[in-house]
């Protein structure tokens, strides 16, 4: 079964940094692509930025460019999302899902992990 | 990048069709065949309902449809039911940028 399982909710201060991972199973995490998707409280979602696992191949939302870094760990099939200094802006849900070449679509997501910035 | 544009809402009695409607661009919507479609219930995350404009997963209702013309593509829920109350939302490939994804505003339906 391919799961996706993203780390905990966190609470941070402004300025803060912070990591969050999402790791994947029951497939080769290797040969799909992750993207990582914002939903910011009562809104839509928002595409941030997409990572190859197999040899690390990075892309980002201009939206999100130099905000967020995404990066991954194929050795224990992890996914991670960064920032070295949050905003309140940065509240939100943010969600890790495979992208299926074949499909062309996001056809498994993670759980969601909520991360709140408040002081 | 900006979002593709959907009605905010859409609602329709138990048994009825509903079409949510999502207007792109000739650099995403228009351009490409890749249109999807997921479902979120509140609290939850989303659900792949369609991709590529018009086809079904593995283990979506039939009731679920696509389609596109031009820079829009439609989703068409036939035969309401409650559990299909939820937030909808398309998304497309863009040319902006290789791999690069777009969402539509998304839609609330309600079941009456």
């Known amino acids: 079964e391919v799961q996706l399982v993203q780390s905990g909710a966190e609470v941070k201060k402004p300025g803060e940094s912070l990591k969050i991972s999402c790791k994947g199973s029951?497939?080769?995490?290797?040969?799909?692509?992750i993207d990582w998707v914002r939903q910011m409280p009562g809104k839509g979602l928002e595409w941030m930025g997409i990572i190859y696992p197999g040899d690390y191949d990075t892309r980002y939302s201009p939206s999100f460019q130099g905000q967020v870094t995404i990066s991954a760990d194929k050795s224990i099939s992890t996914a991670y999302l960064q920032w070295s200094s949050l905003k309140a802006s940065d509240t939100a849900m943010y969600y890790c899902?495979?992208?299926?070449?074949?499909?062309?679509?996001?056809?498994?997501w993670g759980q969601g992990t909520l991360v709140t910035v408040s002081s | 990048q900006s979002a593709l544009t959907q009605p905010a809402s859409v609602s329709g009695s138990p048994g009825q069709s509903i079409t949510i409607s999502c207007t792109g661009t000739?650099?995403?919507?228009?351009?490409?065949?890749?249109v999807s479609w997921y479902q979120q219930h509140p609290g939850k995350a989303p659900k792949l309902m369609i991709y590529e404009v018009s086809n079904r997963p593995s283990g979506v209702s039939n009731r679920f449809s696509g389609s596109k013309s031009g820079n829009t593509a439609s989703l068409t829920i036939s035969g309401l039911q409650a559990e299909d109350e939820a937030d909808y939302y398309c998304s497309s490939y863009t040319t902006s940028s290789t791999l690069a994804y777009v969402f539509g505003t998304g839609t609330k339906v309600t079941v009456l």
């Open positions: 899902v495979r992208r299926s070449g074949s499909l062309r679509a996001l056809d498994y």
């Open positions: 029951g497939y080769s995490f290797t040969s799909y692509w």
């Open positions: 000739s650099s995403d919507v228009g351009d490409y065949n890749y």
